[in-house]
T-cell receptor, first 112, second 110 residues
Framework: SAVISQKPSRDICQRGTSLTIQCQVDSQVTMMFWYRQQPGQSLTLIATANQGSEATYESGFVIDKFPISRPNLTFSTLTVSNMSPEDSSIYLC?????????FGSGTRLTVV | QKEVEQNSGPLSVPEGAIASLNCTYSDRGSQSFFWYRQYSGKSPELIMFIYSNGDKEDGRFTAQLNKASQYVSLLIRDSQPSDSATYLCAVRGSNYQLIWGAGTKLIIKP
């Protein structure tokens, strides 16, 4: 199955700034998903990213806050914009291919 | 609202025993079911998926699906301390997104 490299692995950011998280896949995946996971909790889907079209956002998440790009079938980025301490979390990307769903290693974001 | 329910635990099992993890789902039309294991500070890793009613075995792991009862379970035989982790049940939605349960924390006691 696909292997996903996610960067950065962690970051500490000032409130009001933005952070872009990148996921690079070693093979083509049909769909990519972006999640947020608070410590001790399950995964919350932010949006689904398809190549060449606008991402589909889940309830409670908006494009202005979490813009996503998916320029090709092996790469996607998630930007967390105008960050506040409430955005502190682990962010995960996931790709779907014929073998199923695989995950990046996650980005631990702390907003101070 | 499509839901996936799991007991959050923790579930404590002696080493060498069988650990039984359970999951129920609300959408009767669901077709694909997944079990993931997540160690603290790590991303989820796939243990098994199951699509058909009945049992599916892979090494020490057995997934069981009962669509009539909307119930999927994961059995871990000969539990090892390294099996201590959070186990996440997920059901594939109509747009290929995964709908996740809250996860069950499993503790294997030596």
């Amino acid at each position: 199955s696909a292997v996903i490299s996610q960067k950065p692995s962690r970051d500490i950011c000032q409130r009001g700034t933005s952070l872009t998280i990148q996921c690079q896949v070693d093979s083509q995946v049909t769909m990519m998903f972006w999640y947020r996971q608070q410590p001790g909790q399950s995964l919350t889907l932010i949006a689904t990213a398809n190549q060449g079209s606008e991402a589909t956002y889940e309830s409670g998440f908006v494009i202005d806050k979490f813009p996503i790009s998916r320029p090709n079938l092996t790469f996607s980025t998630l930007t967390v914009s105008n960050m506040s301490p409430e955005d502190s979390s682990i962010y995960l990307c996931s790709g779907l291919d014929s073998d199923g769903y695989t995950f990046g290693s996650g980005t631990r974001l702390t907003v101070v | 609202q499509k839901e996936v329910e799991q007991n959050s635990g923790p579930l404590s099992v002696p080493e060498g025993a069988i650990a039984s993890l359970n999951c129920t789902y609300s959408d009767r039309g669901s077709q694909s079911f997944f079990w993931y294991r997540q160690y603290s500070g790590k991303s989820p890793e796939l243990i098994m998926f199951i699509y058909s009613n009945g049992d599916k075995e892979d090494g020490r792991f057995t997934a069981q699906l009962n669509k009539a009862s909307q119930y999927v379970s994961l059995l871990i035989r000969d539990s090892q301390p390294s099996d201590s982790a959070t186990y996440l049940c997920a059901v594939r939605g109509s747009n290929y997104q995964l709908i996740w349960g809250a996860g069950t924390k499993l503790i294997i006691k030596p």
